[in-house]
């Protein structure tokens, strides 16, 4: 059985290595790599850096270290996110144009703060209180937080590295074998069952409570839609057919003039190329289509006579199934084709668009104070999507898990697998 001294070890330890990890990702970055903002949805390396930071600041260490004493009385303003309860924060839009602090200082505020949370924990070691009970759980969430960022800094560094004319390489990709394999559907009686986190081990609060729902019978994909399918969408004259498309979806079709996904591009020759984090490859039909806004998987679903799964008949058809797939510690940072011959590949590769809206569970309760902000405050306009990326710590994915974005987004690593009913 673990003791208190071991279990305030483990977080340290924990802590650290999801600390070291996010400088491990920024190390391929030159100087100027880190203040650059090229879209309002995309910040900075360096504010990523400051903010995971500033939380561990705001809500471990002023709270609960004694005689703690910020480290810069500007960076409450600077660093904070969305937190209004907090205090006023730095527009989010105006994040790249903090040339000050410099990167330097941001590596010496995270140092500084990564060694007041490891003395915390040992301050804690031997006890058994509320106080230690609750430092931990902030540090989970802290945490938690992070790797979230984590994923975004690979997401920002892209997108910041695609709208350079040098299209400059992130890291250099490793070699993988594409294998086409047809998708087969899979029969889910359906029936009443229970979706929602069971309260074992960390889980966001928009995660609970457990709750049953009912499913009518359904068939679901073994695999996201690849290249090649959305390719024959955008053949078929998918984006000049607005009868596939919601009503937003097509005003927001033709206000940006998509004609593909995001990064993809053709050339004079009509062949196809994709940006990746190791720069311009050519497309490869077999890997799962990624970057596409809801209303594009959902138009590419109604093509094809299909549509999304609901959130609930995604996480009921993931119950059993064990976590693993092309994740962030694959060190690719892009999907990879399904190299298997059978069976469910969930996780991993894609975020996967749902049908459903985002909104609370029965009974959903955020945390209090300030950290009811981190995910309640969003439920609206906004859209689930489930089971992980490439760019996804593998430990930070479940089953239960509910990441969201506005419908019209595409830098994130999104794609999507069909449903239909099997009445």
Not at 56 to 72: A, G, I, T
Not at 287 to 299: G, I, L, N, R
Not at 327 to 342: C, F, I, L, R, V
Request: hydrophobic share 35%; net charge negative.
């Amino acid at each position: 059985m673990e003791t208190q001294t071991q279990a305030v070890k483990s977080i340290s330890q924990r802590f650290m290595n999801v600390r070291d990890l996010t400088m491990k990702l920024v190390q391929p970055l030159e100087t100027e790599d880190f203040i650059i903002q090229s879209h309002p949805d995309v910040s900075p390396p360096k504010w990523h850096l400051a903010h995971t930071t500033w939380f561990f600041e705001r809500f471990v260490l002023k709270e609960y270290f004694e005689n703690y004493r910020e480290f810069h009385p500007t960076y409450d303003f600077l660093f904070n996110s969305y937190y209004e309860s907090v205090g006023p924060f730095q527009p989010r839009h105006q994040r790249g144009v903090l040339s000050r602090p410099s990167i330097q200082d941001i590596f010496q505020y995270r140092s500084f703060i990564d060694n007041y949370i490891v003395d915390l924990l040992e301050q804690h070691e031997e006890s058994k209180s509320e106080q230690t009970d609750k430092i931990h759980s902030l540090i989970e969430i802290g945490m938690q937080h992070e790797q979230q960022h984590q994923e975004l800094i690979l997401m920002d560094v892209k997108y910041n590295f695609f709208v350079n004319p040098l299209h400059p390489v992130y890291k250099e990709s490793q070699s993988t074998s594409s294998l086409k394999r047809e998708p087969s559907f899979h029969i889910y009686d359906g029936g009443l069952v229970e979706i929602g986190h069971n309260g074992d081990g960390f889980a966001f609060d928009n995660e609970s409570p457990n709750h049953k729902v009912w499913l009518e019978p359904f068939k679901l994909a073994d695999q996201p839609v690849t290249n090649g399918e959305y390719l024959e969408f955008i053949e078929a004259g998918g984006y000049q057919k607005p009868y596939y498309w919601l009503s937003d979806g097509w005003n927001t079709v033709k206000k940006n003039d998509w004609q593909a996904p995001l990064y993809w591009s053709k050339d004079d020759d009509g062949e196809w190329s994709i940006f990746t984090l190791a720069g311009k490859k050519k497309l490869d039909p077999n890997e799962p289509v990624v970057h596409v806004s809801f209303y594009e998987a959902d138009a590419f679903s109604r093509w094809r006579g299909k549509r999304l799964p609901t959130e609930a008949e995604w996480e009921h058809a993931t119950r059993d199934l064990e976590i693993k797939g092309n994740t962030m510690d694959t060190g690719n940072y892009h999907p990879a084709a399904s190299n298997q011959a059978a069976g469910s590949k969930m996780f991993g590769d894609v975020w996967e668009w749902t049908a459903s809206a985002y909104s609370p569970y029965p009974g959903s309760k955020p945390l209090e104070g300030a950290l009811g902000e981190y995910n309640a405050k969003f439920m609206c306009n906004q859209m689930v999507l489930r089971g992980g990326s490439c760019a996804t710590p593998q430990e930070h994915i479940r089953n239960t898990y509910r990441n969201f974005f506005p419908a019209d987004k595409r830098w994130q690593f999104s794609g999507f697998r069909l449903a239909e009913d099997a009445l």
